[in-house]
């Protein structure tokens, strides 16, 4: 099992930055490729930036130049900066760890962050 704990969500005006945190806990991470996906409201989850085990980051079109994904694999931990935030940027943040890497059949979530930018 691995359990994931996201953080980092919240309130805030278009342009401004956040950083999402999630810490994971239980089988050995860094075996995991991680992910940040997003849901907004009557719309599909997406998966926007993912990071594997080693290699390099991807992220969806849309937010490439805004979003940068990270991990520390010595502190468990995988993070989400998200800079030049926009009102469509509202949703909920899921962090993902999917061991096979390809995202298709997430192996654990976490619960999410709202993210709610205002205009």
């Known amino acids: 099992q691995v359990q994931l704990v996201e953080s980092g969500g919240g309130l805030v005006q278009a342009g401004d930055s956040l950083r999402l945190s999630c810490a994971a806990s239980?089988?050995?991470?860094?075996?995991?490729?991680m992910g940040w996906f997003r849901q907004a409201p009557g719309r599909q989850r997406e998966l926007v930036a993912s990071i594997p085990s080693s290699g390099r980051t991807n992220q969806i079109a849309s937010v490439q130049g805004r979003f940068t994904i990270s991990r520390d694999n010595a502190k468990n931990t995988v993070s989400l900066q998200i800079n030049s935030l926009k009102p469509e940027d509202t949703a909920i943040y899921y962090c993902a760890a999917d061991f096979a890497g390809s995202f298709e059949e997430v192996d654990y979530w976490g619960h999410g962050t709202q993210v709610t930018v205002s205009s």
């Open positions: 239980g089988r050995t991470f860094s075996n995991y490729a």
